[in-house]
């Protein structure tokens, strides 16, 4: 009984001391700082030292549990605990050695009664209180708009009678005598060129053959005549086009920029994808060309111009206007909706996003009336004539008009017949306006290469506005003139400023999803195009994140300890490159995959090169970061990436770590800024090893076999995983040995259903067994599936006991025959879906106490359904991944369809608009499939009154709500015709295609608001999604290589931010755009606070709310130390002052900040 007696007074001791530890340390964390903390922050903290107190009380407990089952002479628990207590700071280890749950199958047999298999039951985690403005979105009203898109989508017919030369529209009339001496009306004419940074060339064929020769030729004729404008808007061009100019010409352009001839619009490095493209690649373009726009010519972008994108999203209005842009141009919006707004002179509106409800969001928006930007569509609802007034179609020219009436030269004998044929135009499109300011773009794509053409146009309008001056009875003036002159005089009209609504401006709200050029010709097509380029891109995007965050940290860790070494401008230039091709990669016909094949092969080189740049500064940095001594690091020494890609159609493949009985150091990065448990996997030599944290601790881990195919093990390679902590913002040293026995140690039990599995020997136990319905089950969840079809049926959460119908299966898609058929652009469907045929596939099951998984080998798709027993957000979810390959098929489209017993009423769903925000829309039976399909960048999810399911998505796909209590999910498309929208071809470049999906079900604590137009993410939503991208970024130590001294465990931050706060990005500046690149002291920070639904509880989040509170000193540690943050506009190029270090900066929900650092 002694030893009972010893063992407990050792436990209670031990549990004793951790606790003070833990209290002590909660209490000191900003010992020394400013004392006058928000009440707020001091709660949370208090909070915490309850949850401690509470979760060691509980341990104690377990612990007395323990000694009473050994005083009835249990020796096997007795040895279980001693080596409990043998390791270092391992009480939390408790439960994990003695508890376990069971897997069963339909019999409810117990399946795995040794403890290598068991699953782990972590203890529930107190839920995250919020309250407040935190709340204060989704609880509230609608904001006030006079047209809400959903409601216009409700409200029309969608029908489209023949509007005569106008086709979509009427015969649009006027008053005569309208416009007069007295009552002019001004017309602004815009001479612009669309340049495509890859489409059916690639960017640096457009650029030499085309664009370099467009803005020459621009150069020129603005020299030659103040009076002529110009407006362009990538930058991508004119960054190469810049670097080839000498002094003289570059002067020549900062003039005309100031006098106002030459207007960049935007500012982007590309004219962005509006669909596909997440909120952070949108942001860091806009940076990386707005930058690199003032730091070469001073010159601020004043308007924004998308007349490409193939619908468009609230979420670029946004950015636009927190970059400091007071107006926009629009083009591509459902010609009904054209209509529509036409009928009722709403063409123009201020812009208002979802949430707002204080307008301080509102832009003016500019919507383009008829079918498309050229000039036959561009000068009034005629095209027949308008395209007699484009004289790049005077003879000789390669362009003619469809109409057959040639343009005429303007002379004096018909300037007056040609100036009353072109101002009737004008003035009918005028009508369709509220002010007397009219907008007139004069160009098309890659117009005025050829120095004729630009003589052609500016000189015969030149003698049109010459002729008006002289015969201001006609009332019209019209001149060449910029975007930005155009707005200002809309704002002097109607006496409004640019910051300011005018008068009986309409107020919008919504999107311009899905867009639609003629009939039924609905593009959502390209939400799903060429998907693997899309999720290669969001890989890299996530990458390039923690890259820029990394660098900026080592590098800043030098400056403050005047070290050296880190080779901090040579990882900026890598860094710089990665950017400009993710940034390129974001054009309207990239990240759509609407190029030629020949084209996105040079996009998945850049991309490629653009990864392997980020591979590298990231793991120098971390590197550099986590020598103990600094000058032990070494360039390309100790650690890399977990992973490699050999070509840019190549799927990730993960290096193999080479375990020993010496241990073998692996750094776990976090980006994220809270602490973070999650499982990690990799790939090591042997199955039988030991994993150890940064504390020295034996964590619980698992080995599973590594599959070279559905029924051959690997002997060389076998998947680790554990779950591992980092903190926020950090970086953690775990160790990994080669271990024969190890009782926190399991290897993965094989099971197969309609296939005998491998026949060769192997250290898993593999079981046959014939079709029955099974389970898994992880702490939090467990999943039943088909015997049949190993597919997904229900899914029990079991903190509640709810079990969800969560029916999985495949659907198909062929192509429907005529004319005109489905494309890279448009989704042209032959019929409703039909049922992918799956009978009696191999399943193949591999279960243990960490990772438990189904893959289910099908037709076209290696299916994988994944629980994981983590105390993190991925132990709540549902993980499913699917690898495509359509290859072998014509005309297919395939879908996978997630049934559930959700009741969303009027088949309501939301989906996201660039992972940013969320958006309501309705399944209309009275639209085809086509129109009903919407882009998913980030999430999309179905409710009812207690119920949310949500499917969170790795990657950009097309998404659907068809039928009630369903999410249709696009997965990958192969077409062998081209849609006559300009590509000349169809989709037939198909390769093998991850994606990758997260499944939520959460209970609804107070039914949703019914007539709410968007929806926001819960608080474990948003951070699932965070986990889904942003992963722990894994370095192990290279081969034969001896790694000096580590820190064990570090973090950049003081604390952890609040839940709902973002850190976007940490971004090193460019010291200068003349010369080499080289990194600026200065950094950029990026913050957005997340929206939320407080109406549905969120658990097992280290993190707390503040209400938006964030103290700028105490952000980052001191080991970095902070002079100065000055808040600037979203771009950086406008500045709006200091901020305080030492007082709260309440952050809004939803809101984007920006600040310049001083370090």
Same mark, same amino acid.
């Given at each position: 009984?002694?030893?009972?007696?010893?063992?407990?007074?050792?436990?209670?001791?031990?549990?004793?001391?951790?606790?003070?530890?833990?209290?002590?340390?909660?209490?000191?964390?900003?010992?020394?700082?400013?004392?006058?903390?928000?009440?707020?922050?001091?709660?949370? &903290?208090?909070?915490?030292?309850?949850?401690?107190?509470?979760?060691?009380?509980?341990?104690?407990?377990?612990?007395?549990?323990?000694?009473?089952?050994?005083?009835?002479?249990?020796?096997?628990?007795?040895?279980?605990?001693?080596?409990?207590?043998?390791?270092?700071?391992?009480?939390? +280890?408790?439960?994990?050695? %003695?508890?376990?749950?069971?897997?069963? +199958?339909?019999?409810?047999?117990?399946?795995?009664? @040794?403890?290598?298999?068991?699953?782990?039951?972590?203890?529930?985690?107190?839920?995250?209180?919020?309250?407040?403005?935190?709340?204060?979105?989704?609880?509230?009203?609608?904001?006030?708009?006079?047209?809400?898109?959903?409601?216009?989508?409700?409200?029309?017919?969608?029908?489209?009678?023949?509007?005569?030369?106008?086709?979509?529209?009427?015969?649009?009339?006027?008053?005569?005598?309208?416009?007069?001496?007295?009552?002019?009306?001004?017309?602004?004419?815009?001479?612009?060129?669309?340049?495509?940074?890859?489409?059916?060339?690639?960017?640096?064929?457009?650029?030499?053959?085309?664009?370099?020769?467009?803005?020459?030729?621009?150069?020129?004729?603005?020299?030659?005549?103040?009076?002529?404008?110009?407006?362009?808007?990538?930058?991508?061009?004119?960054?190469?086009?810049?670097?080839?100019?000498?002094?003289?010409?570059?002067?020549?352009?900062?003039?005309?920029?100031?006098?106002?001839?030459?207007?960049?619009?935007?500012?982007?490095?590309?004219?962005?994808?509006?669909?596909?493209?997440?909120?952070?690649?949108?942001?860091?373009?806009?940076?990386?060309?707005?930058?690199?726009?003032?730091?070469?010519?001073?010159?601020?972008?004043?308007?924004?111009?998308?007349?490409?994108?193939?619908?468009?999203? *609230?979420?670029?209005?946004?950015?636009?206007?927190?970059?400091?842009?007071?107006?926009?141009?629009?083009?591509?919006?459902?010609?009904?909706?054209?209509?529509?707004?036409?009928?009722?002179?709403?063409?123009?509106?201020?812009?208002?996003?979802?949430?707002?409800?204080?307008?301080?969001?509102?832009?003016?928006?500019?919507?383009?009336?008829?079918?498309?930007?050229?000039?036959?569509?561009?000068?009034?609802?005629?095209?027949?004539?308008?395209?007699?007034? +484009?004289?790049?179609?005077?003879?000789?020219?390669?362009?003619?008009?469809?109409?057959?009436?040639?343009?005429?030269?303007?002379?004096?004998?018909?300037?007056?017949?040609?100036?009353?044929?072109?101002?009737?135009?004008?003035?009918?499109?005028?009508?369709?306006?509220?002010?007397?300011?009219?907008?007139?773009? $004069?160009?098309?794509?890659?117009?005025?290469?050829?120095?004729?053409?630009?003589?052609?146009?500016?000189?015969?309008?030149?003698?049109?506005?010459?002729?008006?001056?002289?015969?201001?009875?006609?009332?019209?003036?019209?001149?060449?003139?910029?975007?930005?002159?155009?707005?200002?005089?809309?704002?002097?009209?109607?006496?409004?400023?640019?910051?300011?609504?005018?008068?009986?401006?309409?107020? %919008?709200?919504?999107?311009?999803?899905?867009?639609?050029?003629?009939?039924?010709?609905?593009?959502?097509?390209?939400?799903?195009?060429?998907?693997?380029?899309?999720?290669?891109?969001?890989?890299?995007?996530?990458?390039?994140?923690?890259?820029?965050?990394?660098?900026?940290?080592?590098?800043?860790?030098?400056?403050?300890?005047?070290?050296?070494?880190?080779?901090?401008?040579?990882?900026?230039?890598?860094?710089?490159?990665?950017?400009?091709?993710?940034?390129?990669?974001?054009?309207?016909?990239?990240?759509?995959?609407?190029?030629?094949?020949?084209?996105?092969?040079?996009?998945?080189?850049?991309?490629?090169?653009?990864?392997?740049?980020?591979?590298?500064?990231?793991?120098?940095?971390?590197?550099?970061?986590?020598?103990?001594?600094?000058?032990?690091?070494?360039?390309?020494?100790?650690?890399?990436?977990?992973?490699?890609?050999?070509?840019?159609?190549?799927?990730? &493949?993960?290096?193999?770590?080479?375990?020993?009985?010496?241990?073998?150091?692996?750094?776990?990065?976090?980006?994220?800024?809270?602490?973070?448990?999650?499982?990690?996997?990799?790939?090591?030599?042997?199955?039988?090893?030991?994993?150890?944290?940064?504390?020295?601790?034996?964590?619980?881990?698992?080995?599973?076999?590594?599959?070279?195919?559905?029924?051959?093990?690997?002997?060389?390679?076998?998947?680790?995983?554990?779950?591992?902590?980092?903190?926020?913002?950090?970086?953690?040293?775990?160790?990994?040995?080669?271990?024969?026995?190890?009782?926190?140690?399991?290897?993965?039990?094989?099971?197969?259903?309609?296939?005998?599995?491998?026949?060769?020997?192997?250290?898993?136990?593999?079981?046959?067994?014939?079709?029955?319905?099974?389970?898994?089950?992880?702490?939090?969840?467990?999943?039943?599936?088909?015997?049949?079809?190993?597919?997904?049926?229900?899914?029990?959460?079991?903190?509640?006991?709810?079990?969800?119908?969560?029916?999985?299966?495949?659907?198909?898609?062929?192509?429907?025959?005529?004319?005109?058929?489905?494309?890279?652009? $448009?989704?042209?469907?032959?019929?409703?879906?039909?049922?992918?045929?799956?009978?009696?596939?191999?399943?193949?099951?591999?279960?243990?106490?960490?990772?438990?998984?189904?893959?289910?080998?099908?037709?076209?798709?290696?299916?994988?359904?994944? %629980?994981?027993?983590?105390?993190?957000?991925? @132990?709540?979810?549902?993980?499913?991944?699917?690898?495509?390959?359509?290859? &072998?098929?014509?005309?297919?489209?395939?879908?996978?369809?997630?049934?559930?017993?959700?009741?969303?009423?009027?088949?309501?769903?939301?989906?996201?608009?660039? @992972?940013?925000?969320?958006?309501?829309?309705?399944?209309?039976?009275?639209?085809?499939?086509?129109?009903?399909?919407?882009?998913?960048?980030?999430?999309?999810?179905?409710?009812?009154?207690?119920?949310?399911?949500?499917?969170?998505?790795?990657?950009?796909?097309?998404?659907?709500?068809?039928?009630?209590?369903?999410?249709?999910?696009?997965?990958?498309?192969?077409?062998?015709?081209?849609?006559?929208?300009?590509?000349?071809?169809?989709?037939?470049?198909?390769?093998?295609?991850?994606?990758?999906?997260?499944?939520?079900?959460?209970?609804?604590?107070?039914?949703?608001?019914?007539?709410?137009?968007?929806?926001?993410?819960?608080?474990?939503?948003?951070?699932?999604?965070?986990?889904?991208?942003?992963?722990?970024?894994?370095?192990?130590?290279?081969?034969?290589?001896?790694?000096?001294?580590?820190?064990?465990?570090?973090?950049?931050?003081?604390?952890?931010?609040?839940?709902?706060?973002?850190?976007?990005?940490?971004?090193?500046?460019?010291?200068?755009?003349?010369?080499?690149?080289?990194?600026?002291?200065?950094?950029?920070?990026?913050?957005?606070?997340?929206?939320?639904?407080?109406?549905?509880?969120?658990?097992?989040? *280290?993190?707390?709310?503040?209400?938006?509170?964030?103290?700028?000193?105490?952000?980052?540690? +001191?080991?970095?130390?902070?002079?100065?943050?000055?808040?600037?506009?979203?771009?950086?190029?406008?500045?709006? @002052?200091?901020?305080?270090?030492?007082?709260?900066?309440?952050?809004?929900?939803?809101?984007?900040?920006?600040?310049?650092?001083?370090?």
């Amino acid at each position: 009984m002694k030893k009972y007696v010893v063992v407990w007074g050792a436990t209670f001791f031990v549990v004793v001391c951790v606790s003070l530890y833990l209290m002590m340390e909660t209490v000191s964390t900003n010992m020394g700082k400013s004392q006058d903390l928000d009440a707020r922050l001091i709660e949370g &903290k208090i909070a915490r030292i309850r949850s401690d107190i509470l979760k060691n009380q509980h341990t104690i407990q377990e612990i007395k549990d323990y000694v009473r089952t050994m005083s009835h002479g249990d020796e096997a628990v007795l040895e279980k605990l001693q080596k409990v207590l043998d390791q270092k700071d391992n009480i939390d +280890d408790l439960g994990d050695v %003695l508890k376990g749950s069971e897997v069963k +199958d339909s019999e409810g047999d117990l399946k795995d009664k @040794g403890i290598e298999n068991k699953v782990v039951e972590f203890r529930p985690v107190e839920e995250v209180k919020l309250s407040g403005d935190t709340c204060s979105l989704a609880d509230g009203p609608n904001p006030r708009a006079d047209i809400q898109m959903l409601k216009v989508y409700e409200e029309l017919k969608f029908d489209n009678p023949d509007g005569g030369a106008w086709k979509q529209g009427w015969r649009v009339t006027y008053p005569e005598g309208k416009w007069n001496s007295d009552n002019m009306l001004y017309v602004f004419v815009l001479p612009h060129s669309h340049t495509d940074p890859g489409w059916v060339k690639k960017f640096t064929d457009y650029y030499t053959q085309q664009t370099k020769p467009i803005l020459d030729n621009v150069l020129n004729v603005l020299s030659a005549d103040s009076r002529r404008r110009f407006i362009y808007a990538e930058l991508s061009f004119f960054s190469l086009w810049w670097e080839s100019l000498n002094a003289a010409r570059k002067e020549t352009v900062k003039r005309l920029m100031k006098n106002g001839q030459l207007e960049v619009a935007t500012g982007g490095w590309v004219m962005n994808d509006e669909a596909n493209a997440h909120y952070a690649a949108m942001v860091d373009q806009l940076i990386e060309g707005n930058q690199y726009l003032h730091g070469t010519t001073g010159f601020t972008p004043r308007s924004g111009w998308a007349i490409d994108p193939f619908g468009h999203s *609230p979420t670029m209005a946004y950015l636009l206007k927190r970059s400091g842009v007071t107006g926009m141009l629009i083009q591509r919006v459902h010609y009904t909706i054209k209509k529509h707004f036409a009928r009722n002179k709403n063409l123009e509106f201020m812009w208002r996003q979802l949430w707002d409800k204080d307008g301080t969001t509102d832009i003016l928006c500019h919507t383009m009336p008829f079918y498309s930007y050229d000039v036959p569509h561009t000068c009034g609802p005629d095209p027949k004539i308008c395209c007699q007034f +484009d004289f790049a179609r005077m003879s000789p020219s390669p362009y003619s008009c469809p109409w057959r009436v040639p343009p005429q030269a303007i002379t004096d004998s018909n300037v007056a017949d040609r100036a009353a044929m072109l101002i009737d135009q004008y003035k009918k499109k005028a009508s369709l306006y509220r002010s007397n300011a009219l907008f007139i773009p $004069l160009g098309d794509d890659f117009r005025y290469d050829k120095a004729d053409e630009c003589d052609k146009q500016f000189n015969n309008y030149q003698k049109i506005f010459d002729y008006l001056d002289k015969n201001p009875q006609l009332g019209v003036k019209a001149q060449f003139g910029t975007l930005s002159e155009y707005f200002n005089k809309l704002h002097e009209l109607t006496g409004s400023t640019p910051d300011s609504k005018p008068e009986d401006y309409p107020v %919008l709200t919504g999107d311009f999803f899905t867009y639609a050029d003629k009939d039924d010709h609905f593009w959502s097509g390209y939400y799903t195009t060429r998907p693997f380029q899309k999720q290669m891109d969001r890989h890299i995007e996530t990458s390039l994140r923690s890259a820029e965050i990394a660098l900026t940290l080592a590098a800043v860790y030098q400056k403050k300890h005047r070290l050296t070494g880190f080779p901090e401008d040579q990882m900026m230039q890598l860094l710089v490159e990665a950017r400009r091709n993710l940034g390129l990669f974001q054009h309207h016909d990239g990240i759509t995959g609407t190029a030629k094949d020949f084209v996105v092969v040079d996009y998945g080189e850049r991309l490629l090169k653009a990864e392997n740049n980020c591979r590298t500064v990231t793991a120098e940095a971390v590197s550099f970061i986590s020598m103990a001594t600094k000058s032990d690091y070494k360039q390309n020494r100790f650690f890399d990436i977990d992973e490699t890609r050999p070509t840019h159609v190549s799927l990730i &493949k993960r290096n193999v770590l080479q375990v020993s009985s010496e241990p073998s150091a692996v750094l776990l990065y976090n980006s994220l800024t809270h602490p973070r448990q999650q499982v990690v996997n990799l790939h090591v030599s042997d199955p039988n090893v030991e994993v150890t944290d940064a504390h020295g601790k034996v964590v619980t881990s698992q080995t599973d076999p590594y599959w070279t195919e559905p029924s051959i093990m690997s002997q060389e390679r076998f998947k680790l995983s554990f779950v591992a902590e980092v903190s926020a913002l950090g970086i953690a040293r775990y160790q990994i040995t080669k271990k024969r026995k190890n009782v926190h140690h399991s290897l993965g039990k094989v099971t197969y259903y309609n296939s005998e599995g491998p026949s060769e020997k192997s250290a898993f136990t593999v079981e046959r067994k014939n079709s029955m319905e099974f389970t898994l089950a992880s702490s939090h969840l467990e999943a039943s599936f088909s015997g049949s079809t190993g597919l997904l049926k229900t899914v029990k959460m079991k903190s509640s006991g709810q079990v969800h119908k969560s029916e999985v299966s495949f659907q198909t898609y062929g192509a429907r025959s005529g004319k005109e058929r489905s494309g890279a652009y $448009l989704f042209l469907p032959d019929g409703p879906a039909k049922s992918l045929r799956v009978s009696h596939p191999v399943i193949r099951v591999v279960s243990g106490p960490v990772v438990s998984e189904v893959s289910v080998f099908i037709n076209h798709v290696q299916h994988v359904v994944r %629980l994981q027993n983590s105390p993190g957000t991925d @132990g709540r979810t549902v993980d499913m991944y699917n690898l495509v390959d359509v290859r &072998k098929e014509t005309n297919y489209e395939l879908a996978v369809k997630i049934s559930t017993d959700i009741h969303n009423i009027d088949k309501e769903f939301f989906t996201d608009l660039n @992972g940013f925000q969320m958006i309501k829309h309705k399944t209309f039976d009275k639209l085809p499939t086509q129109a009903n399909v919407y882009p998913m960048p980030a999430m999309a999810f179905i409710e009812d009154d207690k119920t949310r399911f949500s499917v969170l998505t790795a990657q950009s796909l097309g998404v659907a709500s068809l039928q009630t209590g369903e999410i249709q999910v696009m997965l990958d498309r192969t077409l062998n015709q081209d849609d006559m929208r300009g590509l000349g071809q169809g989709v037939r470049d198909n390769t093998l295609t991850p994606n990758r999906f997260k499944l939520m079900f959460e209970s609804r604590s107070a039914p949703p608001i019914k007539d709410r137009t968007s929806g926001f993410p819960s608080l474990q939503a948003h951070m699932t999604y965070l986990h889904l991208v942003h992963n722990i970024q894994i370095l192990p130590q290279k081969s034969s290589v001896s790694v000096p001294p580590l820190i064990s465990q570090h973090s950049f931050l003081s604390g952890s931010l609040p839940c709902d706060v973002h850190l976007l990005n940490l971004r090193s500046l460019q010291q200068s755009y003349d010369g080499p690149i080289t990194r600026s002291d200065d950094s950029a920070l990026l913050l957005h606070r997340l929206g939320l639904d407080c109406g549905i509880s969120s658990h097992g989040l *280290p993190c707390t709310d503040t209400q938006g509170k964030v103290r700028l000193r105490d952000l980052f540690s +001191d080991t970095l130390g902070v002079k100065e943050m000055r808040r600037t506009s979203l771009t950086l190029l406008h500045d709006k @002052g200091p901020t305080s270090l030492d007082s709260d900066l309440t952050l809004n929900p939803m809101e984007i900040y920006s600040f310049k650092v001083k370090w």
